[in-house]
């Protein structure tokens, strides 16, 4: 049976970010210097600390109907009304309608999970590490700097598919889609699919690298 949280609705103040998706469990810090919203932070610290990021569809030319909640942990006042603020992923949501647009949206909005699953998600959720590590490892040596996985990593699968989504870089569209899955074994196909791939370029070019270094001049 759905928990009632995943069917609430409420009225949730939302930003859109250009190139920016957020998921539940990382964190985003933000500058706020616009006005509107930092009308919109003022207005939330003085309630329960909670907003809606939405990433900015360029092509749309409007926010995506998906998003994240995010909740400020920590803040600070700069000069003339800027604000620094630090928050983390809550649950996602899905935008149902507008309430208003003005000084900043605000949407109804209804919670959004993961659809449970008989299906023993650690195999893929171990999968999707090594191939994360592999890529690190190819990485490094391929730059030649020293790149070490932060020791926080999730153990969970759900909370795994999350971390690994939010550490994509460039992709903003395909961190979309992932965000979009009410699916875990879906978002850890797909991710150990962008994994392989990428570890298949590293390898490659890390090949031709050993190539050329062996070369005699």
């Known amino acids: 049976m759905a928990s009632s949280s995943s069917i609430a609705v409420r009225e949730l103040p ?24 930092r009308i919109m932070m003022n207005t939330i610290l003085e309630g329960d600390r909670r907003f809606g990021v939405l990433m900015w569809d360029p092509v749309e030319g409007k926010p995506a109907l998906v998003g994240c909640c995010a909740e400020i942990l920590q803040f600070q006042r700069l000069p003339d009304d800027r604000m620094k603020i630090w928050t983390l992923g809550q649950q996602r949501f899905r935008v149902l309608e507008y309430v208003r647009e003005k000084p900043y949206r605000v949407g109804l909005v209804e919670w959004i999970e ?11 959720a171990t999968e999707v590490e090594q191939l994360l590590r592999d890529v690190v490892h190819l990485s490094a ?3 030649g700097q020293v790149i070490e996985l932060p020791e926080s990593i999730p153990d969970l699968p759900l909370e795994l598919s999350h971390w690994v989504a939010s550490n994509l ?14 699916d875990t074994v879906a978002r850890l196909e797909r991710e150990a699919e962008i994994l392989t791939s990428t570890r298949n370029h590293l390898a490659a070019r890390t090949a031709l690298k050993d190539v050329l270094k062996d070369t005699p001049k």
């Open 14 to 37: 939302l930003f859109p970010l250009p190139e920016v998706v957020l998921f539940p469990g990382r964190p985003l810090p933000l500058h706020i210097f616009e006005f509107r919203y």
């Open 114 to 124: 993961d659809q449970p699953t008989e299906q023993n998600l650690q195999p893929l």
């Open 141 to 143: 040596k391929l730059t």
């Open 169 to 182: 870089y460039g992709v903003a569209s395909e961190q979309q889609a992932l965000l979009e899955m009410q």
